[in-house]
């Protein structure tokens, strides 16, 4: 299909999280918009979809997945785009978004995000699931950019490059996770201002932003902890070029109290606002 | 090296009893496979203690970690969805603690719970459709929730008390035969200890036998007065817990 036409969301928002349910449904508007991952919501029933129902009553939904394994190179389950499909004509929501990645091939799921070799052997295929997801989902997809704790001797072009290339040959839109860009730019060695200076902002809808963890000699997306400062600096960098997009702050692990995350969605429009000050001047 | 090629690679480096080395990377890659080796043990560990709170908080950290992570090398996951993840754990505890019962048990409750908690959806019959029904003829529909499964200890009083973070009681072995039921009614999900007559008499209704002819099997051997009692409290309990959503004549 094609998937020229994808409306932009302005707004800031957050992760929802089982912690906060209960904040999101019993009191007003917090945020201007929520994601949730598709996959707690691809169930038969129960407080799961009731819960989402609820939300989706108060706010704009985006559907972020992390199981469909765009890169696999044995092809994707249709079983999971019927119900990914299913979902998305329940909730209506600002769009699906998934990884730059592969979970499992032959019957093995990870349920980790795989890195994928930048080759043309990999767009190749890359596109051509991205074509079947949004002929299945009758949507744009929207790609996310991982992080990566390896890179592959085949490698034949960078990520940002990989990136905008499959915008090109599918018409898919781009997630850009700002933390995603630090963490990879630092494990393996490139400019974050490279990647920046890299992607067709055009296709881009919506950025997260996140936290780390230092590992053994790499940096780890662990998303459990506040953005850094060089995070909120690079989102400045990216801020000012992207247009209006749909920006949040995602965390998974180590859920804080929901007023925190309301902090940091606060400084996120003053990023925002500080980024376009500075661009204007 | 093709993309699958690759990609095979890189599943046998994570399923790996150790994070292992290969050709396919760009620099030293240990520390970037071990990343990956370590995140899915520790996903599927932090999936199973999900799932398996009570257990986990029964047999203790050491003990669930060991257990887990050597089901995890038994069982590496296939589905896009973490919500099946540990199907097999239960009987796998069974195997692992055969002097234990409570703990299999503990764990399939803690199973079946989960999979009530976003089971289908299907209301209860009303107490109008309820009361005009021929009772004798009608063949029930339980809650597409509902789950039975035989237990030998007093594995719902354990669930309970770590529920609520109070102090477990010691294990019992039951003076008979029960079965504990878990389903949902509303959003939230229930479980009950029943005895053999309404696990039977379930069982029954479960294949398609009609409400009468499962009455006449469940009384035999009771006098009228204690066949109508029985037969009473077990409906009403049902009523009351929501678990009757679809009632037909039988054919």
Same mark, same amino acid.
């Given at each position: 299909m094609s998937s020229e036409i994808l409306p932009r969301f302005d707004g800031f928002g957050v992760g929802l999280r089982p912690q906060h349910y209960p904040a999101f449904l019993e009191?007003?508007?917090? $945020? &201007?918009f929520v994601e949730v991952i598709s996959e707690n919501f691809m $169930? *038969?029933?129960? *407080?799961p979809l009731y819960v989402l129902d609820a939300v989706r009553e108060r706010y704009p939904v985006a559907l972020h997945g992390v199981?469909?394994?765009? %890169?696999s190179a044995d092809g994707l389950k249709m079983d999971y785009l019927r119900r990914l499909k299913s979902l998305a004509d329940r909730t209506r929501p600002l769009w699906v978004s998934d990884h730059?990645?592969?979970? %499992? $091939?032959e019957g093995f799921n990870s349920h980790d995000l795989l890195p994928l070799p930048y080759t043309e052997e990999t767009l190749e295929l890359v596109s051509a699931n991205i074509r079947t997801a949004q002929d299945v989902l009758e949507r744009p997809l929207v790609l996310e950019n991982p992080s990566s704790y390896l890179t592959f001797?085949? &490698?034949?072009?960078t990520e940002w490059d990989f990136l905008g290339e499959l915008t090109r040959r599918t018409g898919c839109f781009l997630l850009l996770d700002v933390n995603n860009i630090y963490v990879s730019g630092s494990n393996h060695g490139f400019d974050p201002s490279d990647y920046v200076d890299g992607v067709?902002?055009?296709? $881009?809808r919506q950025i997260h932003l996140a936290g780390h963890s230092q590992g053994k000699g790499l940096l780890i &997306?662990?998303?459990?902890q506040a953005v850094p400062d060089p995070v909120w600096d690079l989102y400045e960098t990216v801020a000012a070029r992207v247009g209006p997009v749909a920006a949040m702050i995602e965390r998974d692990d180590d859920i804080p109290p929901l007023e925190e995350l309301l902090a940091e969605v606060q400084i996120a429009r003053a990023r925002h606002q500080a980024s376009h000050r500075a661009h204007a001047a | 090296m093709s993309l699958l090629a690759l990609q095979r690679g890189l599943k046998q480096h994570i399923l790996g009893a150790v994070p292992g080395e290969g @050709? =396919?990377?760009? @620099? #030293? =890659?240990a520390a970037g496979l071990a990343v990956y080796h370590n995140a899915y043990r520790v996903q599927l560990v932090a999936c199973l203690r999900d799932t398996y709170e009570k257990t986990w908080a029964w047999i203790g950290d050491e003990a669930f970690e060991t257990a887990a992570r050597d089901y995890i090398a038994e069982y590496p996951p296939s589905s896009w969805?973490?919500?099946?993840? @540990? =199907?097999?754990f239960p009987a796998y505890l069974l195997a692992r603690?055969?002097? #234990?019962a409570e703990i299999a048990e503990l764990a399939w409750l803690d199973w079946a719970l989960r999979r009530a908690f976003d089971g289908e959806d299907a209301p209860p019959l009303s107490p109008e459709v309820l009361g005009a029904? #021929?009772?004798?003829q009608t063949v029930l529909t339980f809650a597409p929730t509902l789950e039975l499964a035989s237990v030998t200890t007093n594995v719902a009083a354990i669930w309970s008390a770590l529920a609520e973070e109070t102090n477990p009681p010691p294990v019992e072995a039951l003076p008979e035969p029960a079965a504990v039921r878990v389903w949902r009614a509303g959003l939230s999900p229930q479980y009950r200890t029943i005895g053999p007559a309404e696990f039977r008499a379930i069982d029954l209704l479960q294949r398609g036998e009609s409400f009468g002819n499962t009455c006449a099997v469940v009384s035999e051997g009771l006098d009228e007065a204690a066949a109508t009692q029985l037969i009473g409290e077990m409906l009403s309990t049902w009523i009351q817990d929501e678990l009757i959503v679809g009632a037909r004549a039988e054919p």
């Open positions: 009191q007003g508007a917090l $945020v &201007d $169930v *038969r029933g129960g *407080r199981s469909m394994s765009i %890169g730059l990645c592969w979970t %499992g $091939v001797a085949d &490698d034949e072009m067709p902002f055009d296709r $881009v &997306d662990t998303h459990d | @050709g =396919a990377y760009r @620099g #030293d =890659a969805t973490l919500n099946v993840y @540990g =199907a097999e603690f055969p002097e #234990d029904l #021929d009772w004798e």
